[in-house]
């Protein structure tokens, strides 16, 4: 066994061979059965190691000539580094002097990206390898499922880059992609270039193509810009800045186009030729809190001039009914575990109307929270609420409402804690002063109490199979008004002040359960099963009568798991909301399905919705699915889906047949009817292709 330090061979080997390493304070070891130096010459012969802290080498043969500072080994040579890369040949020439190694032939293994490279031949030159005639690929080795194969390149060891020169694809030996030019990082690191662009093709907009480009000069912040354009409708563009000022922030300012052509805005009757956007997003925390509190702010302002701004800059599918209103917000919270402070301010637009004028504005919204804390001798406890929102529009009418509460509480157990007993008295005031048309309506004050009571166990038992858990608990609960002023009740009979109105004093009785039973060999959940039922008192009955029942069970099985919640409302005498969700996984097939129902309490309108997936598991990589999202009140689709995925070791690829409706702000209709064709092929730890195809 030898020994070197840094001014030795072998440090130097690593030093250049491998990587550029600092190995000022390591000590290399060589081991070998049969070693021996004559003439300033060592050789190894028979199982050479060398080793240190972060390199491990392993060959048949070494010979290192101090008198040329020379190094060769011979057969089965491996040099492998924190195990994260890994170099193989059958011989390697080490130049010391001048920093210049070759390795015959040459297989590179990088175990962090997955990826491995392969020629006949390397010639490494300080932290550069040229490589000729070579394949890389992130599959097995021996026969890859897909390669790159180029006749010339260079791997930048500190750079972690490689280029490659005449490069062609290979699907197993089958050539379906050439290029002259090709070049990738072998890290994740952040850097500059293009990167992966999409690709489509739609029956009216054309041949589609967006390339981001992504500019990260410093690790603070960055820049991306996409052009874009569609061939047959019109060009835009998007840019992207991102920025982190500390190291509990971040900005993103975003802003774009897209110009129609005339013939495309003319046929479609779109109320505008061009969509203009911008949006500005920015999160930080601890901008005045110390190690005994916690604060942060949220900006997300966003502003578009209509809704094909979204279809064109973001997609097709990140837009429904449901975005009617473009929601911007702006945040700031403060915590220190004993109070809690939240300011915001709401905008919204609604992107279907000629103007704003009408749309309600939280302009601004305050909420002041004390955490329980001990009162009395400890025997009471007592928070505080205080809540302020002001609700302004141009047109219609408007009101700043000012809440208070303040609850105490009372809590003691009975019969070794077999049964819990709590009691609440809570002071509430509010108070509703109109901003808008307040000539016509007297402002609201509200001054009251609410008691409550609630007694409730939580029982747990064990047999012999399974265990029981139940908890049961019933409230009490009766409201008083001391102080009233103004419409305070019923304003909901008037439909321009229904979110403003308070709730009128009532009592009501509340009891649930809730229970469930669980497997005793894995402790996992065989049935959940709650009941909620409330009761209001009724002045002119002189009784509490029923106003709704909740039910919820859910049931999970070996091969799945099905929940349905139910909730029937006395007051219409029928079921207003029903949820029923199941979820099904049996061998290669699978099932999901949800169920939705609503009815409103005031006007009885309904809807119902299904959405479902059936997906079937082709031998161990390949999934066909069928998804759709129905409305039964329409009997119309509203959004279809095929689906064939490929999921390899080392590839995938997707393929997605979507029929949809897509928003458009056009004088015609709100929605067109449009038919896509996703592909996505993922060439693992290299890179992912994206292309769709829309059908109008």
Same mark, same amino acid.
């Given at each position: 066994?030898?020994?070197?330090?840094?001014?030795?061979?072998?440090?130097?080997?690593?030093?250049?061979?491998?990587?550029?390493?600092?190995?000022?304070?390591?000590?290399?070891?060589?081991?070998?059965?049969?070693?021996?130096?004559?003439?300033?010459?060592?050789?190894?012969?028979?199982?050479?190691?060398?080793?240190?802290?972060?390199?491990?080498?392993?060959?048949?043969?070494?010979?290192?000539?101090?008198?040329?500072?020379?190094?060769?080994?011979?057969?089965?040579?491996?040099?492998?580094?924190?195990?994260?890369?890994?170099?193989?040949?059958?011989?390697?020439?080490?130049?010391?002097?001048?920093?210049?190694?070759?390795?015959?032939?040459?297989?590179?293994?990088?175990?962090?990206?997955?990826?491995?490279?392969?020629?006949?031949?390397?010639?490494?030159?300080?932290?550069?390898?040229?490589?000729?005639?070579?394949?890389?690929?992130?599959?097995?080795?021996?026969?890859?499922?897909?390669?790159?194969?180029?006749?010339?390149?260079?791997?930048?060891?500190?750079?972690?880059?490689?280029?490659?020169?005449?490069?062609?694809?290979?699907?197993?030996?089958?050539?379906?992609?050439?290029?002259?030019?090709?070049?990738?990082?072998?890290?994740?690191?952040?850097?500059?270039?293009?990167?992966?662009?999409?690709?489509?093709?739609?029956?009216?907009?054309?041949?589609?193509?967006?390339?981001?480009?992504?500019?990260?000069?410093?690790?603070?912040?960055?820049?991306?810009?996409?052009?874009?354009?569609?061939?047959?409708?019109?060009?835009?563009?998007?840019?992207?800045?991102?920025?982190?000022?500390?190291?509990?922030?971040?900005?993103?300012?975003?802003?774009?186009?897209?110009?129609?052509?005339?013939?495309?805005?003319?046929?479609?009757?779109?109320?505008?030729?061009?969509?203009?956007?911008?949006?500005?997003?920015?999160?930080?925390?601890?901008?005045?809190?110390?190690?005994?509190?916690?604060?942060?702010?949220?900006?997300?302002?966003?502003?578009?001039?209509?809704?094909?701004?979204?279809?064109?800059?973001?997609?097709?599918?990140?837009?429904?009914?449901?975005?009617?209103?473009?929601?911007?917000?702006?945040?700031?919270?403060?915590?220190?575990?004993?109070?809690?402070?939240?300011?915001?301010?709401?905008?919204?637009?609604?992107?279907?109307?000629?103007?704003?004028?009408?749309?309600?504005?939280?302009?601004?919204?305050?909420?002041?929270?004390?955490?329980?804390?001990?009162?009395?001798?400890?025997?009471?406890?007592?928070?505080?609420?205080?809540?302020?929102?002001?609700?302004?529009?141009?047109?219609?009418?408007?009101?700043?409402?000012?809440?208070?509460?303040?609850?105490?509480?009372?809590?003691?157990?009975?019969?070794?804690?077999?049964?819990? +007993? *709590?009691?609440? $008295?809570?002071? %509430?005031?509010? !108070?509703?002063?109109? &901003?808008?048309?307040?000539?016509?309506?007297? @402002? =609201?004050?509200?001054?009251?109490?609410?008691?409550?009571?609630?007694?409730?166990?939580?029982?747990?038992?064990?047999?012999?199979?399974?265990?029981?858990?139940?908890?049961?608990?019933?409230?009490?609960?009766?409201?008083?008004?001391?102080?009233?002023?103004?419409?305070?009740?019923?304003?909901?009979?008037?439909?321009?002040?229904?979110? +403003? *109105?308070?709730? $009128?004093?009532? %009592?009501?009785? !509340?009891?649930?359960? &809730?229970?469930?039973?669980?497997?005793?060999? @894995? =402790?996992?959940?065989?049935?959940?099963?709650?009941?909620?039922?409330?009761?209001?008192?009724?002045?002119?009955?002189?009784?509490?009568?029923?106003?709704?029942?909740?039910?919820?069970?859910?049931?999970?099985?070996?091969?799945?798991?099905?929940?349905?919640?139910?909730?029937?409302?006395?007051?219409?005498?029928?079921?207003?909301?029903?949820?029923?969700?199941?979820?099904?996984?049996?061998?290669?097939?699978?099932?999901?399905?949800?169920?939705?129902?609503?009815?409103?309490?005031?006007?009885?309108?309904?809807?119902?919705?299904?959405?479902?997936?059936?997906?079937?598991?082709?031998?161990?990589?390949?999934?066909?699915?069928?998804?759709?999202?129905?409305?039964?009140?329409?009997?119309?689709?509203?959004?279809?889906?095929?689906?064939?995925?490929?999921?390899?070791?080392?590839?995938?690829?997707?393929?997605?047949?979507?029929?949809?409706?897509?928003?458009?702000?056009?004088?015609?209709?709100?929605?067109?009817?449009?038919?896509?064709?996703?592909?996505?092929?993922?060439?693992?730890?290299?890179?992912?292709?994206?292309?769709?195809?829309?059908?109008?």
């Amino acid at each position: 066994m030898h020994k070197f330090t840094k001014s030795s061979l072998v440090s130097l080997l690593f030093a250049t061979a491998v990587n550029a390493v600092d190995f000022s304070d390591e000590y290399v070891q060589i081991v070998s059965k049969d070693m021996e130096t004559k003439n300033n010459v060592i050789t190894a012969n028979t199982n050479v190691v060398l080793y240190s802290k972060n390199y491990y080498i392993t060959a048949n043969k070494l010979i290192y000539d101090k008198n040329n500072s020379k190094l060769e080994l011979f057969e089965n040579v491996n040099i492998t580094k924190n195990n994260e890369s890994v170099l193989f040949g059958e011989y390697a020439l080490i130049d010391v002097d001048d920093e210049f190694s070759i390795l015959e032939p040459f297989l590179l293994i990088d175990n962090t990206m997955g990826l491995w490279l392969g020629s006949d031949r390397a010639d490494r030159k300080k932290d550069e390898y040229i490589l000729k005639d070579t394949s890389l690929s992130s599959c097995d080795c021996v026969d890859p499922d897909w390669k790159l194969k180029f006749s010339e390149g260079d791997y930048n060891t500190t750079k972690q880059w490689i280029n490659t020169y005449n490069t062609t694809l290979y699907l197993n030996d089958f050539p379906v992609f050439y290029t002259p030019y090709f070049g990738f990082p072998t890290d994740t690191s952040r850097r500059s270039g293009l990167l992966r662009p999409t690709v489509g093709f739609s029956s009216k907009q054309g041949f589609l193509y967006e390339q981001p480009i992504y500019y990260a000069p410093k690790p603070n912040y960055d820049i991306e810009f996409v052009p874009m354009v569609r061939t047959s409708r019109g060009y835009g563009a998007d840019l992207t800045y991102r920025f982190a000022d500390s190291p509990y922030s971040t900005l993103k300012l975003n802003g774009g186009f897209f110009k129609e052509s005339e013939d495309y805005a003319e046929e479609n009757n779109l109320s505008h030729d061009k969509h203009l956007g911008w949006s500005i997003n920015y999160n930080r925390t601890k901008l005045f809190s110390d190690e005994n509190s916690k604060d942060g702010l949220y900006v997300d302002l966003k502003h578009m001039n209509d809704i094909d701004y979204y279809t064109t800059q973001y997609g097709n599918d990140t837009f429904d009914d449901m975005d009617r209103y473009l929601e911007s917000q702006l945040k700031y919270y403060y915590d220190n575990y004993k109070y809690y402070f939240e300011l915001n301010n709401y905008f919204y637009r609604d992107l279907q109307a000629d103007n704003n004028d009408t749309v309600m504005q939280e302009l601004p919204s305050a909420t002041l929270h004390k955490y329980s804390d001990k009162l009395f001798l400890d025997a009471f406890t007592y928070s505080t609420n205080i809540n302020f929102d002001r609700k302004t529009r141009k047109e219609g009418v408007g009101a700043s409402t000012t809440s208070v509460s303040v609850p105490i509480g009372y809590y003691t157990s009975f019969f070794d804690d077999y049964l819990n +007993f *709590s009691f609440t $008295e809570e002071l %509430k005031y509010s !108070n509703v002063e109109f &901003n808008n048309d307040s000539d016509l309506y007297d @402002d =609201l004050h509200y001054g009251g109490n609410t008691h409550s009571l609630s007694l409730y166990t939580d029982l747990l038992k064990k047999y012999e199979d399974f265990t029981h858990t139940l908890k049961f608990d019933v409230s009490y609960s009766y409201d008083n008004a001391f102080y009233t002023k103004g419409d305070v009740y019923n304003l909901d009979n008037i439909s321009a002040l229904s979110q +403003f *109105s308070i709730n $009128e004093p009532q %009592k009501s009785i !509340n009891w649930g359960i &809730n229970q469930s039973f669980y497997n005793n060999e @894995d =402790l996992k959940e065989i049935i959940n099963h709650k009941i909620l039922q409330s009761f209001v008192y009724d002045d002119s009955k002189n009784s509490y009568e029923k106003t709704y029942i909740e039910n919820e069970l859910a049931l999970n099985f070996y091969v799945g798991r099905l929940v349905n919640k139910v909730k029937y409302d006395y007051n219409i005498d029928d079921i207003s909301d029903t949820t029923t969700s199941l979820n099904l996984k049996y061998d290669i097939y699978s099932f999901l399905s949800n169920y939705i129902f609503k009815r409103n309490v005031n006007t009885l309108e309904t809807t119902e919705t299904v959405n479902y997936q059936v997906s079937l598991d082709l031998f161990d990589d390949y999934r066909l699915s069928y998804r759709q999202e129905y409305d039964l009140k329409t009997n119309k689709a509203k959004k279809t889906e095929y689906i064939f995925n490929i999921d390899k070791k080392c590839w995938a690829v997707n393929f997605k047949y979507v029929d949809t409706y897509l928003a458009v702000d056009s004088t015609l209709n709100d929605v067109i009817n449009q038919d896509e064709f996703y592909i996505e092929l993922n060439l693992k730890q290299l890179f992912k292709l994206n292309q769709v195809f829309s059908f109008d």
